[in-house]
């Protein structure tokens, strides 16, 4: 994941343009994903598909022609979305258009004007101040055109076509745990289950779209189907920073992802993780779950955005994540798919307890004084009365992974049957 | 408030008589209320109307002719509903119809007599102990006759015909908390809404009744409307001591008068207020919240009954209440009228999130590393979902008052909309 | 009871055979139980009635013909349902058929093989230890063969033909609080019932069965009928030692037995007891609560099996239990169904509160500082709504038997009424 990601790294992306093509094609050489265009101007809900956005160069040179401020060097120096603008003023005028934190004077912030035609340049604020009164040549080499909005979409047929939905933006420039750590985790989930070679219950959805316009686009076209098919699901981002995880709930809570998820995460040996509110949600859960749409999309994260100070700066860059926290966002996403797969409605088949013996579960010799191997599963068939695995052990305190084995023992014994939910 | 409790205070007042009339025609020069007289003998539900009962003058003479007891010095040392009576006796006959309180030696207790035939005196136990043996003569000017109970009755129309009832009794002699405090209270409620013009949601109706009786008679008189038409409202007394608010819950609990006032008492920045369980009611919430009648009627004051010292005794008096305290005390009302007026069911009326830029409610520049202005309205809009305001108020832990402006915004723009409840 | 259990102590018994007959012969004596026989090989859900065993003598000789281990002195000694056995050995093959407990060195453990044929002797480690090198020689003078399994049952009829069932185990030899202490409260609580003459509500069904195949066999002769009937009721076990009570939950929780039992323990002025999970049942309350069954019955114990380190040793005896502790038992299982007599559904008769004094259920005089006796029946009243008694007494955070005479002093007055559950 950490190689791809440093492949990525250095592209230009935006909420639209060449370079969020050339992250898809990347992402396409590692799974099948479709790569959709949807033109500007097209309307999607209360939105616009905006025109499509590139860029080449952009630069500012002080009077001596030497480059103050330079594209080339990092791509978080320009306003996203900045238009086309070759001009020369004061650096009053110039100041106009710059932007810097004060409070952390290194970081070259992450900013972008989609929806008004402007243009500028980010910086950090020790840079600012070293900049003189001068005469400014400043050159943005870009385009802004009608042109289309690209997006990838996988779908993986499972048994069913009840589907678990993974989403990921794509819409950011060289940043690592705030962009590029959700799609290399997500193109790893989706490599994960075709791997496992359609055994599995649920059909897989995976996108690759730019936030918010993306998300609110992908809906657009496919509202009806999602809402009836749809059972939950993730958006993708934060995960390769060394912080502990970190659940965002989706808007209604306690929805099938939040207690799976919370289960995964409770019942692993890890430190203290975190758990956030809806209302505090940033990225596209906001469109999965508004009100009326309602597909129950959570988030897992490492770290959660606004939430660590390298946080859309040029701080957020390849040494901020690692493979090894990488790695252990997947397997944690995996666990939970695993949770989601394994969870099913299950119903004893025999009036009163079964008669272990005749299966060969239970001790031939009865009346120790304490509780057995034999106990568990009795405990596990009391609670099999049509309520989900998840919530039998929850009820047993023991971690679902622990009782995958029983409850095939008991589904090839017909002591138990899955019911329909 | 205060100089109406001035006004009212020397009138001997009862559950029927000539003094509630004077009562009930100084406040209708302030709000124009109806004066409604049920007759002696009607049949409310479990009870009937008593006799009237009037008094002019009551004494005890000693032998020396002295009066060591004077109706004219307190109407309090009269037992209420005390038939006439012009008898001559020792101290010991005496003593069998005097009251007084070892506890507290210095207080004439209030106490009533309305469904037995009996008479009294209640005094000081400093006052009972200076009694000798002597002669007495006991003289006791009422009358006991058939004639009517009164009350006051106001209605004012809003755009619904839904209601909030406000009722308070006037059925006690010269005390100021217990009684005058929630007349001159439910009086300028009243004049408030009044002075809205029409232009509020609800229809209101405001009461002046004599306690229990008072009110079985006018829920006899009025129940089926009242059933289907009031939402929720207050009986109103203890409003004018200094101590910290008290709210009585209705007796079903979480009703919207619930939600209404303890959303108000914790989101303003008070004192310690004090929540009390409906077991403990004692005035005409009793009537109101009967198994079957259930109008979910609350009551919000400051020190409850029997939770004060001079609580039914000569203590209460003007220098215990104030103006201030009035003006606080009504102000809260006023506060949670408020919170009942804006509460509605609010809906997105998007699919996703609106675009926020298109109606300026959105910076312009994307990308900020903290939560901005706009997280607001989004957070806001996550929860119009067919809640009422109130909940998104409680889960945004946001004072709902803060937020009347952004709805207003939302509503105009026609973000959301009013799904009637 | 005390007497009893000594009389029923030395009686071995099983989940078949002559000992259990004599045993119910003997509550027979009693109570008027039937004894009902079903024969082996009668399928009962996933079980089959085993073989009838029965045992003579047992013991084993060293080679001077000396008893090392005798049946005569403790029926615990032979691993119940033995089969015949005769046979020569040597000390190593011996000790493949001895059971013992290393960590109660001085403990007789008691065990079965029921379901698979075996044979084998439980005794003290202490006496394993002093085996020494030789040759011995086994004795078993038992019988395996088809026969049937009994069981005692007696119903009470009631006003109504809702029952209550009171069941408990037969099937073990010689132990007092895990069998013997249930079989004789379960007489004794029947003997209670029967001297109320018909007078109580529900109908009482006293079961003497032994465990688990008992239970299951007479559920699959009664299922339905017990599945439309039966409103609640006990497993009863653990009686007589001097511990705390112990209240194990039914299945699905917060069922009428479990409310009833936690507000009498909760109630009684008893030192602290414990509640223990249906997932720790260990009794026939598996069946009668087995998903599907669903008959919500609990257990009212003092220590719960598994908790004391006398459980299922010959530790179990005479000395660990007690009249006293039985009778403690006893009175606590009369106050629950007292609870369950009581317990109706209650709703007020009138329109707004009655007018107390008519019915001499108020003082005369009126206005008092302090919540009077009257207030105590208005405050039952509020709840009389059609919810429970036991809501009622649970609201009003009073015992419920300290309301019975409220209560019938108001139906008697017609002032609330019954209604049908």
Chains 1, 2, 3 share one sequence.
């Not at 819409?171 to 070679?197: E, Q, R, W």
């Not at 316009?213 to 939950?232: C, F, M, P, R």
């Not at 700066?313 to 666990?335: A, H, P, Q, R, V």
């Amino acid at each position: 994941m950490y190689s791809l990601m440093k492949k990525l790294f250095p592209i230009c992306r935006s909420i639209t343009g060449n370079g969020n093509r050339e992250t898809l094609n990347i992402i396409k050489e590692i799974i099948p994903i479709n790569i959709i265009e949807v033109p500007t101007g097209t309307k999607v809900f209360d939105w616009t598909v905006p025109k499509e956005w590139n860029i080449k160069d952009a630069y500012v040179l002080n009077s001596k022609k030497e480059k103050v401020i330079d594209f080339k060097t990092s791509n978080l120096h320009v306003l996203s979305y900045s238009i086309p603008t070759h001009t020369t003023c004061t650096l009053e005028e110039l100041k106009k258009h710059l932007h810097y934190l004060k409070d952390l004077p290194d970081h070259i912030p992450y900013l972008t004007s989609y929806y008004k035609e402007n243009w500028g340049f980010c910086i950090s604020y020790n840079d600012f101040l070293n900049l003189k009164e001068d005469t400014y040549e400043v050159v943005i080499d870009s385009e802004l055109k009608n042109g289309s909005l690209s997006y990838g979409e996988l779908i993986v047929k499972g048994l069913s076509d009840k589907e678990l939905l993974f989403s990921t933006y794509i819409c950011h420039p060289s940043m690592c745990n705030d962009v590029l750590s959700g799609m290399v985790v997500n193109t790893f989930i989706a490599n994960y289950i075709l791997n496992l070679k359609n055994t599995h219950k649920y059909t897989y959805r995976f996108l690759f779209i730019p936030e918010t316009i993306g998300s609110i686009t992908y809906l657009s076209k496919n509202l009806d189907y999602l809402k009836e098919h749809v059972i939950g699901g993730y958006t993708i981002t934060c995960c390769g920073d060394n912080g502990n995880f970190t659940y965002l709930k989706t808007r209604l809570e306690n929805q099938l992802t939040d207690r799976v998820t919370l289960h995964a995460l409770s019942n692993s040996k890890i430190n203290n993780y975190k758990v956030r509110d809806f209302m505090t949600a940033g990225s596209d859960e906001r469109q999965y779950n508004y009100p009326g749409i309602d597909l129950n999309i959570g988030s897992l994260m490492r770290t959660k955005y606004y939430e660590f100070s390298e946080y859309h700066t040029s701080y957020d860059n390849l040494s901020f994540n690692s493979e090894e926290n990488l790695c252990g966002t997947l397997s944690m996403y995996i666990k939970c798919i695993d949770i989601f797969e394994f969870n099913e409605n299950f119903v004893v088949n025999t009036y009163c307890e079964p008669h272990l013996s005749k299966y060969g579960l239970h001790s031939d010799i009865g009346g120790s004084k304490i509780l057995n191997d034999s106990s568990i599963i009795l405990q596990f068939l009391y609670y099999c009365d049509g309520r989900d695995f998840l919530s039998i052990a929850e009820k047993l305190k023991i971690p679902m992974w622990e009782l995958y084995d029983l409850s095939n023992i008991l589904l090839k014994n017909k002591i138990i049957r899955v019911e329909s939910q």
